[in-house]
């Protein structure tokens, strides 16, 4: 009778993490081939280290020539190595080559991008634990490795881990973020800075890099004109001004649909322009937006639509006369009619009407729509719309050669 055979079940044993031993084999390879990134690339792509495993110990050495002590920066025991990032020169020609070294390792382990991100973050939450001069390597390092478009890694990485309140209130994040912009703008245009800090949502919120101390449109003004990044001034400036815009709209329409007393809205609107130092031309291309988009309009009853604007133009005269206050305000709003009938088909035949209610009403005055009539420099649909108004225009001159 032959024995029974007992199956034993195999047990993964796993291996004792030894960072150390990584880093040391890491860093030798850096020290056997003197620094030349070229080199040291081929020897990490070949070499039989476990990377899955000890991705983090791998970037720390690249950046800091050794390990770091868990969770800080201070230098742990072992080896280093004089060619990291942190021991270069602060010059874009200097770190450069370890960008591109370390796209071609991320190109051969991919896997490897998230521990890039892992100390990326961590040192970015650690600033003030680096020296000025290895803070700015480190900015040119990541304004280079956008630039670069280091294996797809998200700007989220670095804008969120900077915005810790101690960090901000130093000013060192201000520091870091004027290198960085400066770095990155000098390959790529503002239009691509924008694109990076939309994805990392920071492109609505550019004054949470200041101190609470600088932190007005001024502040920003003042530091970014000083470090030469006007183009990135005049950007937060009109981000600024849509915003109070938008704002403004909004609080208008809200007492449009409740049907405020129309003494209210006018002040409301005369304190916002005050607050906001909100353009003339501006507030009356809102205010006929903001009117328009309060009518209830009708599909395809074209009488319907005619009586609703006329009414809405009717009710509200004494808003639109109160901030139409001169010849060119008043033509602006004429433009503004104008586009809005040529852009929206159930507007089109109504725009002499119109403009008829408008004078009607006292918004337009009679030279205002002869100036129109006659010099009008608004394309759109021009042609149609000065044949509708003709009648309207001729009966304005016939009253005018009575008089």
Same mark, same amino acid.
């Given at each position: ?187 790529? &245009? ?12 920071? =492109? =609505? ?15 920003? &003004? ?98 639109? &006369? ?37 004078? =009607? ?43």
């Amino acid at each position: 009778m032959s024995g029974t055979r007992i199956k034993t079940r195999k047990r993964n044993i796993a291996a004792p993490l030894d960072p150390a031993a990584f880093a040391d084999a890491v860093i030798q390879i850096y020290l056997d081939n003197v620094g030349d990134l070229e080199l040291v690339a081929k020897n990490i792509e070949s070499a039989d280290l476990n990377f899955s495993r000890y991705g983090d110990t791998f970037f720390e050495v690249v950046f800091t020539g050794g390990r770091t002590q868990p969770g800080t920066i201070k230098p742990d025991e072992g080896e280093r190595h004089p060619y990291s990032i942190i021991e270069c020169e602060a010059k874009r020609e200097a770190i450069l080559p370890s960008v591109i070294y370390i796209q071609k390792i991320l190109r051969r382990k991919p896997f490897l991008i998230k521990n890039l991100e892992n100390v990326m973050r961590r040192f970015l939450q650690s600033l003030e634990l680096f020296e000025e001069n290895e803070r700015k390597k480190l900015a040119i390092f990541t304004a280079l490795a956008f630039s670069q478009k280091l294996s797809g890694l998200p700007p989220e990485t670095v804008f969120q881990p900077l915005l810790k309140d101690n960090l901000v209130g130093k000013g060192l994040v201000l520091s870091f973020i004027t290198d960085f912009f400066k770095e990155y703008l000098v390959d790529n &245009s503002l239009e691509d800075l924008i694109s990076i800090l939309k994805r990392g949502k920071k =492109d =609505d919120n550019l004054m949470d890099f200041l101190p609470s101390a600088k932190r007005s449109a001024e502040g920003f &003004s003042e530091h970014f004109t000083n470090a030469g990044l006007v183009p990135l001034v005049e950007y937060n400036e009109k981000k600024i001004f849509e915003v109070k815009l938008k704002d403004m709209k909004s609080a208008l329409t809200t007492q449009i649909a409740e049907e405020s007393d129309i003494s209210e809205v006018i002040e409301t609107v005369k304190q916002r322009v005050k607050d906001a130092k909100l353009p003339d031309i501006e507030v009356v291309r809102i205010l006929w937006d903001v009117l328009m988009d309060a009518v209830q309009w009708s599909g395809k009853n074209q009488q319907q639509n005619a009586n609703s604007a006329l009414r809405q133009v009717k009710t509200w005269a004494k808003l639109l &006369s109160s901030f139409c206050t001169s010849g060119k305000l008043e033509l602006e709003l004429i433009y503004k009619v104008q586009m809005q009938c040529y852009e929206d088909a159930k507007l089109m035949k109504l725009f002499p009407e119109i403009v008829r209610s408008l004078y =009607d009403q006292d918004v337009l005055a009679e030279d205002t729509i002869l100036h129109w009539f006659r010099k009008g420099t608004n394309p759109r649909g021009r042609q149609n719309f000065v044949k509708a108004v003709e009648p309207f225009v001729n009966w304005l001159e016939e009253a005018e050669e009575e008089e």
